[in-house]
């Protein structure tokens, strides 16, 4: 069975830190492009952070640039969103989703998604 699982999220205070996991099961995320997507309350789901497996490169709207790392651990079948310095405009429902040809896209074209983790920051 296909399946990625998000964990990770919760309630953080602005300034501070999160790291999501999305975990793999029934496939190998090595040959696959993996990208984080955020829906926040009242708006469209949007493309946050993007890893291609094609060249390695990696993707980062300009919101998050600096302040957001995504990473891959292939022996762990998993892929990271390391979020620092926190804002409260980040707070949405964290989702990722894998992509069989290996390259980043911003529409929602992937082929496999979790089921989302809650990011929440607030004072």
């Known amino acids: 069975q296909v399946q990625l699982v998000e964990s990770g999220g919760g309630l953080v205070q602005p300034g501070g830190s999160l790291r999501l996991s999305c975990a793999a099961s029934g496939f190998t995320l090595d040959q696959l492009a993996i990208a984080w997507f955020r829906q926040a309350p009242g708006k469209e789901r949007e493309i946050v952070s993007c890893?291609?497996?094609?060249?390695?490169?990696?993707y980062y709207e300009d919101p998050v640039k600096g302040r957001f790392t995504i990473s891959r651990d292939n022996a762990k079948n998993t892929v990271y969103l390391q979020m620092n310095r926190l804002k409260p405009e980040d707070t949405a429902v964290y989702y990722c989703?894998?992509?069989?040809?290996?390259?980043?896209?911003?529409?929602?074209?992937?082929?496999?998604w979790g089921q989302g983790t809650q990011v929440s920051v607030s004072s």
């Open positions: 989703a894998a992509e069989r040809r290996g390259g980043c896209h911003k529409r929602e074209i992937y082929d496999y």
């Open positions: 890893s291609s497996s094609r060249d390695g490169s990696t």
